[in-house]
């Protein structure tokens, strides 16, 4: 069936919990590294969700850079 679908989504009391992909010897390093970019992209997008749904996309350069600022302030004490 895997060969057939590429994907089989694995389910837990009718809720999505994994997919399943195929993967051959010659490809599972490249499978690797694809898998990892697709979550930091998902990640990413979480992040910018949530910043937008906080208003912090509207935040200055000027306001970022002060911030970054106060936390090196912070840090060195």
């Not at 997919?19 to 697709?38: F, G, K």
């Amino acid at each position: 069936q895997l060969k057939v679908d590429k994907d089989i989504i694995i389910t837990s009391n009718g809720k999505p919990i994994a997919i399943l992909y195929p993967v051959e010897q010659d490809n599972l390093e490249s499978s690797l590294i694809t898998l990892r970019r697709a979550r930091a992209l998902l990640a990413m997008e979480d992040i910018q969700k949530e910043a937008v749904n906080k208003g912090l996309d509207k935040t200055t350069e000027e306001e970022i850079e002060k911030e970054i600022k106060a936390m090196r302030l912070e840090r060195s004490r």
